[in-house]
């Protein structure tokens, strides 16, 4: 597990940007800088109860966190914290993870 | 109007039978055969006519169109592979259009079918993109269900709808599909059941949810001068991309592209019979109809309104969540439909009067919503 969940900024208009890109959207560059957000304000939230294909081992909970510097990033959400509210993020074999409450 | 021998139309369709669970031996290429056998029956024109091909498929892998070609036997000058999902439909008839009126193929047929096990379906939703397998697939977020489920939260925080809106809208479509003998679901459904239905991804239930099935859909693409009954491409206008996945989801392409697809076609949203929407979700339905302006101060509840009192025919087929989404035929499927509806061959389920239609095509997701967007205005020539 790492702490945060790492964005891009652009070093040449200031960007910010996840997952990563190649080229910045605003203004081309290649130039990125890697941040890592540690907490995120939860937007919205639901529980996935079934997957074509997987056995899930019981319900899912996902949600879309918003970074302080702008970019949306899907979340698993493994306590029960509440959409408006501030949570911390982690990162979990690629995924990100908002754990709890901050 | 272009109204030369050259204009490129569409002169006729082709549409397997969409299963639930095809047996084993069903594969990709035998159902695009025989998607291809009965658009070229449709519109009268012979195999050896044939010089041109566009094919879309998630399980044509490892072949690709000229495998597909050689597969089909026929010899083409224009040959395309299309990976656009939801918009590939109007993709391939956007490139397919162009290639007829400027001579270098005179009779294009364009293809997409998918068979998708399980587990062939699992593979493909963790693998989608690159940015869905690093980012998405690890959490896991199981397809795109969940990823719409959150759309659909954040457009009735915006809109105010309830579920029971987006029921009305399913309810409607699956009424239309009660009059298609294609379609996979044809039992009608009240918006109680709806209600009562086992959840997917909170608010989205079974029913918000396209059936996966196997299956084919095919067009073809000629000269006016070819074809019988032609169908007439009046606009075709698309934007990818739009967002960069900046924005929340719930406005598509289609809400820049739509005034110049208007003006190139001479005509307004008032002036259609019939739409053909890309129903991955209900929640998309709205956004692209408001997106073309089908209700000009984005008032849903009276869109909703039209649709359930067919002031607004849309999604006549019962479309993909009551008809079935056949992977990368969901978009042909909805092309197919509307060139049925105009040409008058939409048994059962016609639109009097049916002279003009639109389609659109949405998918891709990029990461957390569609990233393709597309639509055309159809005509019915006399």
Redesign the interface.
């Given at each position: 597990m790492s702490a945060g969940v790492a964005y891009y900024v652009c070093r040449s208009c200031g960007l910010a940007?996840f997952?990563s890109?190649a080229l910045c959207?605003r203004c081309g560059s290649a130039s990125w800088l890697r941040r890592v957000a540690t907490s995120a304000i939860l937007?919205?939230?639901?529980?996935?109860?079934?997957?074509?294909?997987?056995q899930?081992d019981g319900p899912?909970r996902?949600?879309?966190a918003r970074l302080d510097a702008?970019?949306?990033?899907?979340?698993?959400l493994n306590a029960e914290v509440t959409p408006g509210t501030r949570v911390a993020l982690n990162t979990i074999?690629?995924?990100?993870q908002a754990l709890e409450a901050r | 109007m272009d109204s030369s021998p050259n204009e490129a139309v569409i002169a006729g369709t082709g549409e397997t039978r969409y299963v639930r669970r095809p047996g084993p031996r069903t594969t990709t290429v035998s159902l695009l055969a025989r998607a291809a056998r009965e658009a070229l029956r449709n519109a009268g024109v012979r195999h050896s006519d044939v010089d041109g091909l566009a094919v879309a498929s998630f399980s044509l892998a490892p072949d690709h169109a000229i495998d597909l070609a050689w597969k089909l036997g026929v010899r083409v000058s224009w040959l395309m592979d299309d990976a656009s999902g939801g918009a590939s439909a109007l993709n391939m008839l956007q490139h397919a259009r162009r290639a007829v009126e400027a001579g270098d193929a005179s009779t294009v047929l364009i293809l997409a079918g998918d068979v998708l096990e399980p587990s062939a379906f699992r593979r493909l939703v963790d693998e989608y993109n690159s940015a869905t397998r690093d980012h998405l697939a690890p959490l896991p977020h199981g397809g795109p269900n969940s990823l719409f489920a959150l759309l659909t939260m954040r457009q009735m925080a915006e809109s105010g709808l309830k579920r029971s809106d987006y029921g009305r809208l399913v309810v409607a479509q699956r009424t239309w599909a009660a009059r298609n003998p294609g379609a996979v679901y044809r039992d009608l459904l009240t918006v109680e059941e709806y209600l009562a239905a086992d959840l997917v991804a909170d608010p989205l239930c079974i029913y918000d949810c396209v059936p996966v099935v196997a299956g084919a859909d095919a067009v073809v693409v000629t000269r006016r001068s070819r074809a019988r009954r032609p169908v007439r491409i009046r606009s075709l206008g698309a934007l990818h991309n739009a967002d960069d996945q900046q924005g929340n989801g719930l406005r598509t392409g289609l809400k820049e592209a739509a005034p110049a697809l208007w003006e190139h076609a001479g005509l307004g949203p008032d002036d259609v019979d019939v739409v053909s929407v890309y129903d991955d979700y209900p929640a998309m339905v709205l956004a692209q109809l408001v997106d073309l302006g089908f209700t000009p101060d984005g008032d849903f509840h009276r869109l909703i309104g039209a649709i359930t009192d067919n002031a607004l025919s849309v999604n006549t087929s019962g479309g993909q969540l009551s008809a079935g989404q056949a992977g990368a035929a969901g978009g042909l499927h909805g092309l197919v439909e509307m060139t049925r509806q105009l040409r008058g061959e939409a048994r059962g389920r016609q639109v009097e009067p049916a002279h003009i239609a639109a389609v659109t095509g949405y998918g891709m997701i990029l990461y957390r919503f569609g990233g393709c967007a597309n639509a055309a205005i159809l005509e019915r020539i006399r």
């Open positions: 940007v997952p890109r959207p937007e919205d939230a639901t529980t996935l109860r079934r997957a074509r294909g997987r899930l899912i996902l949600g879309t702008g970019p949306a990033v899907v979340v698993r074999g690629g995924a990100p | -």
